[in-house]
């Protein structure tokens, strides 16, 4: 019987290396680094997890070396996601910081950050420095965010400079808006000293007390509807308390049409805002509601054909800067509730590379080098973190896909401790091959040392 890919790793931890040389080659890759302008065919010689060599590699000159062809692949910065749930502590029944950790590595990421609404919330020292020793010794780095308040319940500062010395990298209530103006004005004058973001989940409370997007199939179906200005308020709210204050903002999962001219217009006049979308918000609408499957029910909820173009057109234009999954498991037996009833939110870290390739990439509305600075260094940039770079002398930091490659979406097969997908069996071009980073391989289901 196979163990599963959280055992595995555990078991993988304890092997001894004895300490000895690791030489690896990656083979006939297209290397591209939007940062140092480069994109070209050649070979990478890696050497105990750091990259040695660039340039075409007789393997012949290097025994007893690792050798991994990756003809036809594209190697890239390793790819970040900065919005994931992992549900540890509270709520490891669904997902745990090394199964998420699993799923992020299976899915092209070699680092994520993960947000606060746990159970407790990460809002102190004690749990941040839990999430940091659980994943300590992994291939995916993890980075938290801390909540904004304490508890996460919008009515005092959670401390936020022990949060930011003991490694949170942003700070945010997400799951809701921070609850009033005047905590999210002291919020953004507070992390302004450590030239940290806010991450606000744009929903007015007093106007998301339903299940889906307002509009014709809301109606038709007769279910209780979100209007898309409850994201247009917090998302101004948000803008116009960063301009008054200097502070960062960052627009998580941005789903609104107004909302992206919001943060358009607010980015030419110097305002610190920066946004992401999830792939769901860039290629499903609310019509996949007629069918009342819960996996297609989240927060903020799919809209309409209008807004999903206009994702699009602010990913092109820059305005929306990074795509992340804001991966949320669940239980079978929670989304398998009535509609109105069930949670929201869906898991993404093993589709969303090839949805944005299938979507984006192919389609033509963005390039390989646009696509890997949303994926690998905008998400650093915005939370101040080192952003990898294909050049000797430096860590291996990876993310190896195969543009090309055409797959079927396997729930069964996902690393996640949760299954809850809407897009499940559907047909995708372009996977991840491998990921390097931390001196480890993730490639063919499995981790090893390089």
Known sequence: MELPLEWQYYIYLELDHNGSEMKSILKSMRIIDPQLKIDRVTDILIENGMIKVIDDINENDFPDTNIYDFSNCICAPGFFDMHVHLREPGREDEETVITGSNSAAAGGFT??????????AIDSAEVINLIKEKSSKHLVDVFPIGAVSKGRNGEILAPISEMFSNGAVGFSDDGTAVKSAALLKNALEYTSMYNAPIIEHCEEESLADGAMNEGLVSTTLGLPSLPTVSEDLIVMRGILLAEYTGGRIHIAHISSKRSVELVREAKKKGINVTAEVTPHHFTLTDETLRTFDT?????????????????IEGLKDGTIDCIASDHAPHSIEEKEMEFIYAPNGIIGLETQLGISLSE????????????INKFAVNPRRI???????????????LTIFDANKIWTVDKSKFKSKSKNTPFDKRL???????????????FDGEFKKI
């Open 111 to 120: 680092g994520v950050a993960c947000m606060p609404n746990t159970t407790p």
């Open 295 to 311: 996996n297609f029910k989240m927060s903020p909820p799919l809209r309409c054909r209008e807004d999903v173009e206009a994702m």
């Open 360 to 371: 984006l990439y192919h389609k033509k509305h963005l390039t390989l080098e646009e696509l």
């Open 383 to 397: 939370l101040n973190l080192d952003i990898p770079k294909l050049e000797v002398g430096s860590a291996a930091n």
């Open 428 to 442: 995708l071009t372009g996977k991840s091959v491998a990921v390097i980073n931390n001196e480890q391989i993730y």
